[in-house]
DNA sequence: GTGAAAGCGCTAACAT
DNA sequence: ATGTTAGCGCTTTCAC
């Protein structure tokens, strides 16, 4: 393994001293034209690589950014991390990725590795049941940036990066209204999560707005995974007033409790009207094809990459921005059109 | 932002030296034991954390592991992805991920960037049209350890990790045939990715086997995306004589080939049988439910990050271990169960 | 079992 | 426009 090159051999061989190299290197402007030329010429010929960690440990920064997911395989957070990647990558900024498997302790854990590997900004999403910020604190009294998208909570020094939940299940909700349902049973998740209360919120504003009863009764609460759809449609089927309308969290439990629904002899949607929500690629393929909701999974990922790139840039300040809202749609498909079947 | 704690506080705090602090916090055994236990508490007390740069200049040594996938939001990827943060994690390893987006310049650039950041290892999932290697050479070169994972390429000091895909297709396509059918297409990918090539092996060779003829004119080559799959199925419309069986490399494809010759008219699998490739989610929603190889993405990923961890701590020699392969199986469903509508 | 000293490669203040 | 100097925080000889 031959030894690296380092500014010190480039400034020797040149006769300049290593302060030039590394001012020509980093593209300073007070360095002569040709003399830049010519270290640049020699660099690359000798195959000089920078050490970053030189530099980092010099800089007192990582060029970093860290990020903590529930789950790196669903097709949101995917899309958001891709979205992520390619501005983190654009900008010079490598991302670590870890994920909590929804679970605290390894968000607990994940945020202190993150921490120790000092990145220069943090993006999370939420566990399925985190409730305090404790962890994320030292990051704070530091001055780290960090931004929580999707899965959100309050804090009064991070951005929070959202759809309008609320608007959204409320849009939702009033579709189905509108098509005749008088009997909408919501499938929500963990409530102490912004994203389900808020589309439990939305839910209820609609039936509200609409003159319909809000009822308990109709509110499944469950983990929202594949499993529990079928479970759900269980629920429903053995409910006595059978609801005409359902209005799932997100699609993967949607599909499932379709499936179940179509399985046990139920038409979809004259029967029931089914809205889901995300837009995953499952409700393009489910039969009949699932309205939902067009969560922006990507351009979700890229705001968020971007506006913490800002804040380290100094361009903007994470503790005055506080949420930063993506709109998002009603993607109207055949499980919820009723009107359609006269 | 109070001043980071450093080996020296803690040292001149307990009257010893940044050594015996150093030693002590790395758990050297040369330490006395209640020097030790002092030092751990002091250290916590002082909210101390190791900076990992200085350390990795000294030790030139990173603790990261690079990953270059060409997507990150597949299903088959994301579970990679999931299972290699998992064991890396475990290791005390961080994983800096980019993707490619299936462009080769693009690769090239992230394995620059990869060997910039000076990664310990190198996992890549290689893109749809990359041929030279050249750009991991500089890896190989410094001893660098690179394994390939999925979409591999021969190199004689790398070890690849895939399934076994022309066995693979051979069972897909025998099934096919023992399920009655004669005229068998199939729709593949590049035929410079191992993968697509050696999954149009295994389809050839299963025809040999059972006596069918192999027409280059039923192999279609396209991108294997949710469109190609749309042209694929247009083409086997207008085929004179129609097939009685599709064998498809990816499920993306073969789910939306199925819907367009649903949606055609045609039955599945009674005019034609469909058997897919990955076991992603889409195939137990699609009706009838898509016949597929399971591909075990997330094991894959805890293997591949476990073999360069392996190397890296020189347990195991990259330059030896030339090929893992995984179990993969065919899970049969409605889509390809001629048999069971008799 | 512990410590002193040197140096990993880079950059920023200061000087020229 | 360029150079000198010092130091980021850690680990590792080597010495005791």
Redesign the interface.
Known sequence: ?EKETTIYDIAKRLGVSPTTVSRALNDHPAVNKNTKQKIYEKATQMGY??????S??RKQR?NTIGLIVP?????F???A??GM??VA?EAGY??????SLENVQKEIA?AN?M????VDGLLVSLAYNTESLDHFEPFI???IPVIFYDRVAEHKSCTNILIDNIQAAYKATSHLIEQGCKNIVHISGNLNRNVYSDRLKGYKYALIDNDLPFEDSFVITNTLSEEAGIEAAQQILAMDSKPDGIFVSND?CA?SCM?TLKQAGMSIPKDIAVVGFNND??TR???PNLTTIDYPG?EMGEVAARSLIHFLNGLSDVTITNTITLRSDLIIRDSSLKSKLS
Chains 1, 2 share one sequence.
């Open positions: 393994m690589r920078s050490n970053m960690f030189a980092n440990l990582t789950r790196l395989n669903s097709p957070q995917s899309s991390i891709a990647e390619k990558n490598n991302l670590i990725i870890s994920q994940n590795t921490f120790n590997s000092r009294n530091k001055a993967t599909v499936k690629p499952l393929v489910i039969e990507y």
